[in-house]
Nanobody
Framework: QVQLVESGGGLVQTGGSLRLSCAAS????????MGWFRQAPGKGRELVAQ????????YYAASVKGRFTISRDNANNTLYLQMNSLKPEDTAVYYC?????????WGQGTQVTVSS
């Protein structure tokens, strides 16, 4: 059974930083392209960043490029998202999943709230 557990969210002021973690079990995430997604209130879920098994040339959505950094620790089956220069529009629930995403893999997510 695959379980993805996100953590590290919280309340931060504009310009602040957070580091999200995603612990994977039941899945050899090191062999999969993994991604961070987010869903803001009243909006659909969007892909924010993704990283291949090798970690070469990660993808970032235009809205976060230059501020967010995705990384992975294959030995520990953990995915990270370093978020800097946070903006109120980054407020959302953040999730990790494979890319393309698998419906049954969605976890609870972690809430990120950026105050202005």
């Amino acid at each position: 059974q695959v379980q993805l557990v996100e953590s590290g969210g919280g309340l931060v002021q504009t310009g602040g930083s957070l580091r999200l973690s995603c612990a994977a079990s039941g899945l050899t995430s090191s062999s999969r392209t993994m991604g961070w997604f987010r869903q803001a209130p009243g909006k659909g879920r969007e892909l924010v960043a993704q990283i291949t098994p090798s970690g070469v040339t990660p993808y970032y959505a235009a809205s976060v490029k230059g501020r967010f950094t995705i990384s992975r620790d294959n030995a520990n089956n953990t995915l990270y998202l370093q978020m800097n220069s946070l903006k109120p529009e980054d407020t959302a629930v953040y999730y990790c999943n494979t890319v393309p995403s698998v419906r049954g893999y969605w976890g609870q997510g972690t809430q990120v709230t950026v105050s202005s």
